[in-house]
Structure formats: C-alpha cells, structure tokens
C-alpha cells in the first residue's frame, strides 16, 4: 500500500520548532517512519486558478512531504470561515459561537475540491488516502468524483457532537452526505462515534449494520481510534530536557516552590477561564498554599483573526491579572502566563518540572498534552494529572485525578488534593496510567488504522462491486456545484 496522508497542517522533519496543535507533532514521527507520503497547505497563498496545484516537495524520513499553497481567494472562508468558525464551535458542543456564510461554506469546498485535484497525482497502483481532521470533511466525495476507487480513509481529531448540534451548521446534511465517501471513518471515542452514527440513522434514515452504513457510495465504516503518543520516547525526552536552559532557569527560578502547569492552545475549547478561577478558589480556601505553589500556564495562540479567540485572549489576559493582583506578593507572582510556544523537547521538561498537570477543557478530542504529561514524569517521583472528563483522555487515563470543569469550587478540591497526594499513591496512578499509555503507542494506532482501511475497503468493494468501478453514482454537491467559482 502507498499511502497518502493529508492533513490540513503539516510538519516538518529535523525541527524542534513550537507546533500549534497536536496533530503536526503526533503525526510527524509515525509519518516519518512509514514511508508515507504526507500532503498539507505550505500555510502559504497562491493567486488564479491552479490547474496543476503546484506541491513543493521535500524528503521526510522514507516518504517526502508535499506541501501546497491554498487557493488565496478561498483561503480565509475555507480555513478561519467555515472550518474554525462553524465546524470546530459545533464539534466542540459551542453552538452559540457557530458563524457561518454560504460564501465560507462554498470556499471550503473549494479547498476540498482543490486538494482532491492535486491529490489526483498520487493516486497510483496501491494507492491509499488517509484523511486527518475537521478541514476535510468532504474530501473523500471529491475524491469519488474524480473517479478515485483506492481506500480512503478519515481521522477526527475532534469530539463529534450530538445530531442537535452539528444540525447548528447549516450544511450538515450535504457534508455528512459527503463523509460517505469514505471507507472508514475513525473517531477518538465511542461517545463520537455513537453521534456520528444517530445522526447517519435518523437525518440520513440509512440504516446502521455493524457500525457500517450503506450510500451511494457503498460501505463506510465509524469505528473508534483513540490516538498516542509515543511514551517512552517522551520519558526519555523529558529526562533529558532537565539540562535544557529554559527548564533549568524555571527551576532555579521556583526556589523550593511546588509549580502547576497548564499548555494549552489559546481556544475557548480549552476551558482556561473555569481553570483560572479554580487556582484562584484554591489560594482563597487554602492560604498555606499561596506562596508555596504556583501556576505556569501557556497559552499558545491560535486563529486570531476570529472574533471569539480574540476576545478570549482578552478576558484570560484580564483575569490573570485581577487574580495576580489580588493574591500576589511584592516577590511572588502566582500565576506566570506565556503567550507563545515551546517545541516538544522543552515541553517536556517543563512538564517533569511541575507537580501538577492541569488539562481540564470544556471538551477535547483526545488531548495529548494530558499523555504527554504523564509520560515525561519521573516514575520515582510523579506529578498529579488534574484531567477534565470531558477529554476524550479521561477514557484512558482514569486514574488521574478527573474533574468537571464547569465546577470551580470541585477543580480547586482536585488541585489540592493533588497537592497533597502520598507518593504511594502519586506512583500507583502513575504507573497505571503509564502501562496504559505504552500498550496504545501512537506507533500502533497508525497501524490499526491502516489495517482496518485496508480490510473495510475490501468490504466496501465486495459488498458493492459498483463502487470499484463508479464511484460517480450521483453528485452530492448540489448547491456547491451550481455555484462553483474558479
Ligand atoms: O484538535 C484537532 C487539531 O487538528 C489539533 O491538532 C490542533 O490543535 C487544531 O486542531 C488545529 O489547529 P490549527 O488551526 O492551529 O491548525
């Protein structure tokens, strides 16, 4: 098999660069190792119509990445428009944050479209595609218009929501329609999942066989992948970085202080308000805590063309400030607050630094940084992970400390119960979480995945032996199509 993985950003080799996200930084190992040829947006714009999207491609580890420049004039609706301002608020459950434009929608049809075409260049004998993420929902149809009969396959990095919500998109009939394209569809819990398949059940009325649906396009499969890391790479990683300068300076800098540590994406998903008051309803009910312990929280930013993170930035700013203000010290500073990012070798050393994690998001897919804390403790020794139940983490690493992150005055309970948590304790949690993370590597769901896409599309194809040959058998963009714009 020849596969072709295509996410929206990508990676680069050899580089200790900070990464917004955790799918250019999960991916790039396994990418690298697999000979795959890995296809994304160069985060560059080219003018007119390209008719040979021109790709700039390099060497990455056995395969090469290839890297296009978007389309300029669908670039903003496609990518802050319609994927981050209407899709990523309604998979995240926001569905007062959902703005949507036809125009958006159309441009990110286009990039769709755009990317099947240059796709089309890959598509040789043994050729499979495997899709990543919310910006191309309706690449596997494009795909299928083109004539495309290889396995294709897709991976959600985000929840999926409820059918209530994602009807919040105006779109989302003919984009789940689209979805169908697919061989297989993977999500990171059973949770999304399950929505996924009411939604196919009841606004589709297609029947559901198996976790298989039938479509125009023949069988498509949802089964469940929750993504890893590769843990003890990051162990060692994280032992090692305890030399790296920045880590060194924050120690140094801590003075017998015990540190909370928050990295996260500055994205309303990530529920840094609700945490911030928590740290501030702990250091109000527990005063032996103020001076003893602070919080070292990163907020990467992200997306800040879109109304909604720019106000976040705004309130987390003025919070943080009110909450320093009031519990700090003329020489202590409660919570320290990084707008920027760090590559992965220093992040983890940073992490094996604090004694407490803190990932409680008001919903998230997965997030790695929960895995990636744990990882990089030392075993000896461990910090405590305050993870929120609404990661799809918490299905995995439920011996850390889960909290709702809705309930401020239940988070500053969990922040001091990790404060004070027996080492006994701390290494039982740790070593269960730890025995979790090594058996389902980032390494073995790359490979799970393939595996399956391999088997469902044979499914597919003797199920439906048209969908070998035609994949064409009626347009699904209707609205797109009449007004198709080059
Ligand atoms: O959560 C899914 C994801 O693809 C993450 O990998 C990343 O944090 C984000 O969405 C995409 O972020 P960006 O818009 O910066 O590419």
């Not at 080799?13 to 994304?40: C, D, F, K, Q, R």
């Not at 040789?124 to 299928?144: N, P």
């Not at 990295?263 to 308000?273: F, M, N, P, T």
């Not at 439920?398 to 401020?408: K, S, T, Y």
Request: charged fraction near 20%; proline fraction near 5%.
């Amino acid at each position: 098999m020849n596969l072709v993985v295509v996410s929206n950003r990508v990676a680069r080799a050899n580089t200790n660069e900070p990464m917004t996200g955790g799918l250019a930084a999960a991916l790039l190992p396994v990418v690298e190792n697999s000979g795959a040829i890995w296809v994304g947006s160069s985060g560059r714009v080219r003018d007119g119509f390209q008719k040979e999207p021109l790709a700039e491609i390099e060497a990455l580890g056995a395969g090469a990445l290839a890297m296009l420049d978007l389309p300029a004039a669908h670039y903003g609706g496609y990518y802050e428009g319609f994927a981050n301002s209407a899709l990523w608020p309604a998979l995240h459950s926001r569905s007062d944050l959902i703005r949507v434009t036809e125009g958006d929608y159309l441009s990110y049809r286009e990039v769709n479209a755009f990317m099947a075409r240059a796709l089309l260049r890959f598509n040789k004998r043994e050729a499979a595609f495997w899709v990543q993420d919310y910006h191309f929902l309706a690449l596997g149809a494009e795909l299928r218009e083109l004539g495309v009969t290889a396995p294709v396959g897709f991976f959600l990095h985000t929840p999926w929501p409820a059918p209530c919500v994602i009807e919040g998109v105006p779109q989302h009939r003919e984009l789940i329609e689209a979805m169908l394209g697919y061989d297989l569809i993977g999500f990171q819990t059973e949770a999304d999942r399950d929505n996924f398949l009411g939604y196919v059940k009841t606004n589709l009325e297609l029947a559901v066989h198996d976790d298989s649906v039938m479509s125009q396009y023949g069988r498509t499969r949802a089964a469940v992948f929750p993504i890893g890391i590769d843990a003890e790479k990051f162990s060692q990683q994280a032992a090692k970085a305890t030399t790296h300068p920045d880590v060194l300076r924050l120690r140094r800098s801590l003075n017998g202080e015990r540190l909370a540590i928050g990295v996260d994406r500055l994205d309303y998903s990530k529920g840094l308000v609700n945490r911030i008051r928590a740290f501030d309803r702990m250091w109000t009910a527990n005063s032996h805590l103020a001076r003893t312990v602070s919080l070292l929280q990163i907020a990467t930013p992200s997306r800040g063309g879109i109304e909604a993170y720019c106000q976040l930035q705004n309130d987390v700013a003025r919070l943080i400030t009110d909450v320093n203000g009031r519990h700090g010290e003329v020489d202590w500073t409660p919570i320290r607050y990084l707008n920027k990012g760090f590559g992965q070798a220093v992040l983890a050393g940073l992490y094996r630094t604090a004694q407490v994690g803190v990932v409680t998001p008001l919903h998230d897919g997965m997030n790695l940084v929960a895995k990636e804390y744990v990882a990089a403790q030392n075993p000896s020794d461990p910090g405590v992970l305050v993870l929120s139940k609404f990661a799809g983490a918490a299905n995995e690493l439920d011996a850390a400390l889960l909290v709702n992150p809705h309930d401020i005055d239940g988070m500053a309970r969990a922040l001091a119960t990790a404060l004070a948590m027996p080492l006994s304790e701390r290494r039982m949690r740790h070593e269960t979480m730890m025995e979790r993370l090594r058996s389902h590597s980032i390494q073995q769901w790359f490979a799970d995945f393939v595996e399956a896409l391999r088997d469902s599309h044979s499914e597919r194809t003797e199920a439906s032996p048209r969908a070998a040959e035609s994949p064409t058998l009626r347009p699904v963009r209707s609205l797109h199509s009449a007004a198709r714009f080059h």
